[in-house]
């Protein structure tokens, strides 16, 4: 994969899959990915998440609950995830530094609230563990873009255009050439990787920027950027257990193109109108069989 300043074509070679875990390996060799999303009134955020997660390779899933609701819903919705009750005051601080995880990803479903500041805050200096944000939690970093550079560890923010433009303080262009600016800019000004979503997704490290080649607008639809935020966790995932043979951007970038490709694995059998976030879950086995474009 080559380095430069401008976009990537999207006829080259997709990212190479992920690496294939030993015939030997248990759940911890698999990744474990902690999920900080939903709230008392979107608690299906936190289910695609959770699936998508799971779907996408994690060996073990656990959701941060901030209200009794989430207690009480995800169970039934998503058996494979432990839940962690975080709703009585808990120390963040020391709760994170307890915890095992490879990933974490926080911000759908959250609500722009202070509550949702205080968290990601919190989850985005504690330690070194990599890190997607998406969502709310991009929304309540609105010009602190530069707070995010003195972190350790990995870093993803993946917003759509309208949480770019928050982030930036100023309109995304809808050329090919101003989005990638955008991306760049938004990599480097928070030391990490952005995905800006949208029709030809963009990943960039602030030098280089891989264009996604999969998707269609039937993905145009509530949550399908929860399922990406799931997928996202269970790759850096990933690259935390086995670095030597993945790396984050790598990762990220087939991220990208599995989510997209579920989308339009989905359109073929259903038609793009009636695509829904919970279908890219279901093709996301076949999506992630797929070598390239």
């Not at 902690?34 to 779907?55: E, F, H, K, N, Y």
């Not at 009585?88 to 479903?109: C, F, N, Q, T, Y």
């Not at 993803?156 to 995304?172: D, F, I, K, N």
Request: proline residues 5%.
């Amino acid at each position: 994969m080559s380095v430069h300043s401008g976009a990537r074509s999207p006829d080259r070679a997709q990212p190479r899959p992920a690496p294939e875990l030993a015939s030997d390996a248990h759940k911890g060799q698999a990744g474990r990915v902690l999920c900080v999303c939903g709230s008392r009134t979107m608690p299906g955020a936190a289910i695609l998440v959770a699936r998508a997660a799971a779907r996408a390779g994690a060996g073990l899933v656990s959701v941060a609950c901030l209200d009794e609701e989430l207690l009480a819903v995800l169970p039934g919705a998503t058996p494979e995830s432990v839940l962690v009750d975080w709703t009585r005051g808990v120390s963040l601080s020391a709760a994170l530094a307890e915890r095992a995880d490879d990933a974490r990803v926080a911000g759908p479903g959250m609500g722009a609230s202070e509550r949702t500041h205080e968290v990601v805050t919190e989850l985005a200096h504690a330690d070194g563990v990599p890190l997607v944000l998406d969502a709310d939690a991009l929304n309540v970093l609105a010009g602190e873009l530069e707070s995010l550079e003195t972190r350790k560890g990995t870093l993803v923010l993946t917003p759509h255009p309208g949480e770019a433009a928050r982030l930036l303080g100023r309109a995304v262009p809808r050329d090919s050439e101003g989005r990638a600016a955008c991306a760049r800019e938004i990599a480097r000004r928070s030391g990490g990787l952005c995905v800006l979503k949208g029709a030809g997704s963009m990943v960039s490290d602030g030098n280089e920027t891989w264009v996604n080649p999969s998707g269609n607008p039937g993905m145009a639809t509530g949550g399908a950027g929860d399922v990406l935020t799931g997928i996202l966790g269970a790759y850096l995932a990933a690259c935390a257990v086995n670095p030597a043979a993945w790396t984050p951007f790598e990762a990220t970038c087939r991220a990208v193109f599995v989510h997209g490709r579920a989308g339009d694995l989905a359109a073929e059998t259903l038609g793009r109108r009636a695509v829904i976030a919970s279908d890219l879950i279901e093709y996301l086995a076949a999506a992630q069989r797929t070598e390239s474009a």
